[in-house]
């Protein structure tokens, strides 16, 4: 069973940068496409982006696109998502997410995921 911990949320002003990890455990990473997700209080769960299982194909959701990044690094079994120039409008929980069964490529539609962290918390304030 495939097991992932959110972390690095935080309190950040403005124009901040953040760098999230999400750690996994109970079995090796490198066999999973990973995406992230987040909730902001009274909305829907809305898509960040994904990465694929060989790190070769990423994906980034319009609100995300030149300001967030994400990378992988199986050896640690860690995959993380490099926010910069934060906006209020990023304040949320953000959460990672597996897909065990897509291969070369990820999807960002939430029910490709079968494996969920319990998210951190990111605050964009001043």
């Known amino acids: 069973q495939l097991r992932l911990v959110e972390s690095g949320g935080d309190l950040v002003q403005p124009g901040g940068s953040l760098t999230l990890s999400c750690v996994a455990s109970g079995m090796t990473l490198d066999w999973y496409a990973i995406g992230w997700f987040r909730q902001a209080p009274g909305k829907m769960r809305e898509a960040i982006g994904c990465i694929a299982d060989n790190g070769h194909w990423t994906a980034l959701g319009d609100s995300v696109r030149g300001r967030f990044a994400m990378s992988r690094d199986d050896a640690k079994n860690t995959a993380y998502l490099q926010m910069n120039s934060l906006k209020a409008e990023d304040t949320g929980i953000y959460y990672c997410?597996?897909?065990?069964?897509?291969?070369?490529?990820?999807?960002?539609?939430?029910?490709?995921?079968?494996?969920w962290g319990l998210g951190t918390q990111v605050t964009v304030s001043t």
């Open positions: 997410a597996a897909d065990g069964r897509t291969s070369g490529t990820c999807y960002q539609q939430d029910h490709h995921y079968n494996y």
